[in-house]
């Protein structure tokens, strides 16, 4: 009978589900008489839902698919502020369950059919009674389009215990309303024939409540009274990524700095490259420990990314007189003034303030220079300088190389420099953390 609508009937069914979430902002969803899960999986994209369960007698048809609600690799490559949880149980819609009280939206779509008469009276208690969401959406058989279906004789489906009219399912609706606050609207899926709308109504027919006097009363109702029982079994339940997890958040931070300083160390080194050939031809001297400096205001000023004009502290070029194992004091500088650097000759040292003010994912991620700093201080994965204002790249042998390929001048210093920079710290270690 399903091919009769275009979309398929359970298909425009599950679209009045999504339609109403997106038009409502609903964030706590329930599907009672889940089945399969296959509305929950259209649900999950629909992110402003932070809480989605579903609910069914028969567990083993809930576990046949419910690992497709998992996240998949792209929702931990790339997580975003959303947080959503999914929890799926086995259990009985005509038993109360604390866990399901307080949601936005319980969704019944063609279960109640299948519940005897006495059991949709417990139904009726046990979700606009015990539970009490802030909106019900029953959806149901119209027995009065069962005529246009062809080939059907009695119900629509072997186990369906009734199928109401339009006056019986209003009746029904009514008293619940009546009984538990709640005010109803009626419509459905699946139109008639032109010219038979209005006698026959919608295949599916649907009732959308509202419960009444808003959020207040359901807080009321939610008081110390409120009875604890857990009737159902969680079958699966999933987390799934979000950056308002601070492991997460911590997570893509890092390697959004390390990709972002890489990139500074490797334009500036570019860029010292440069600088060097043109030294050596116009037979500059090295600069003096007390006077090194590195003038690079304005360039510094530029922006990162493609524009990116090296915002990178130096790496120390070897300095005539110096004595082994004394510390070289190197600065940069640049619009946000004289940062410290490396005491390493064969490091990097890349401003925090340079990565938070240039870079704007680490500047939204972290939402402050200090808690960027709060945040790499105790990740192993990254190396900050002694006073915490400056990551720290080592460079590696092949960077190392090109610098001494290309500036003679410099060599010197360069050997004794990397036995300090070593015995301070192993590479080892340094490098199995990168
Ligand atoms: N809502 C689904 C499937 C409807 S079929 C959809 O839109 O496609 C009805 C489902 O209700 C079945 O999966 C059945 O196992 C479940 N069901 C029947 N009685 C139930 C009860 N008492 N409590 C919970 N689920 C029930």
């Not at 997106?22 to 402003?48: A, Y």
Request: aromatic share 8%; glycine share 8%.
């Amino acid at each position: 009978m399903e091919p009769m609508f275009s979309p398929p009937l359970h298909r425009q069914r599950h679209q009045f589900v999504i339609d109403f979430v997106k038009r409502n902002k609903t964030k706590k969803v329930v599907d009672l008489g889940c089945s399969e899960c296959s509305l929950l999986q259209k649900l999950k994209f629909h992110r402003e839902i932070e809480l989605l369960v579903g609910v069914d007698i028969r567990g083993a048809i809930v576990k046949k698919k419910m690992h497709g609600l998992a996240p998949v690799s792209t929702d931990y490559l790339q997580p975003s502020y959303d947080q959503l949880r999914v929890e799926l149980y086995q259990g009985s819609v005509t038993q109360k369950d604390a866990r399901l009280r307080g949601f936005d939206l319980v969704t019944s779509i063609e279960l109640i059919e299948h519940l005897t008469l006495a059991d949709v009276e417990r139904f009726s208690e046990v979700v606009f009674g015990y539970m009490s969401p802030g909106a019900v959406i029953v959806s149901t058989p119209n027995s009065e389009f069962n005529p246009l279906l062809p080939g059907l004789s009695g119900f629509r489906h072997s186990d369906h215990k009734f199928e109401w009219t339009r006056a019986e399912f209003k009746s029904w609706a009514l008293k619940v309303c009546l009984e538990y606050g709640y005010e109803v609207e009626f419509t459905g899926v699946g139109q008639a024939p032109p010219g038979q709308q209005e006698r026959v109504g919608f295949c599916s027919q649907i009732g959308v409540f509202q419960r009444l006097g808003g959020s207040e009363s359901c807080s009321m109702l939610f008081g110390d009274d409120a009875e604890d029982v857990f009737s159902y079994t969680l079958l699966y339940s999933v987390n799934y990524p979000s950056l308002h997890d601070n492991n997460i958040l911590r997570r893509v931070l890092v390697s959004e700095v390390l990709y972002w300083a890489e990139k500074l160390k490797s334009r500036w080194m570019e860029e010292r490259t440069g600088e060097s050939q043109r030294q050596a031809e116009d037979g500059e001297e090295c600069f003096g420990a007390s006077e090194r400096h590195m003038e690079m205001g304005e360039k510094q000023t530029a922006a990162c990314g493609s524009e990116v004009k090296t915002p990178v502290e130096q790496w120390d070029r070897g300095v005539p007189g110096q004595q082994e194992g004394e510390e070289q004091q190197v600065f940069w500088r640049n619009g946000l003034g004289r940062q410290e650097s490396c005491r390493s000759r064969r490091c990097v040292s890349v401003p925090l303030a340079v990565l938070w003010s240039c870079c704007p994912k680490v500047n939204a991620l972290s939402g402050s220079l200090s808690n960027l700093r709060h945040f790499l201080m105790d990740d192993p994965k990254v190396r900050l300088s002694q006073d915490g204002s400056a990551v720290l790249l080592n460079v590696q042998e092949q960077d190392a190389e090109e610098e001494e390929d290309h500036d003679v001048v410099e060599d010197s210093g360069y050997a004794e420099a990397s036995r300090c920079s070593h015995s301070a710290e192993p590479e080892e270690d340094w490098e199995a953390n990168v």
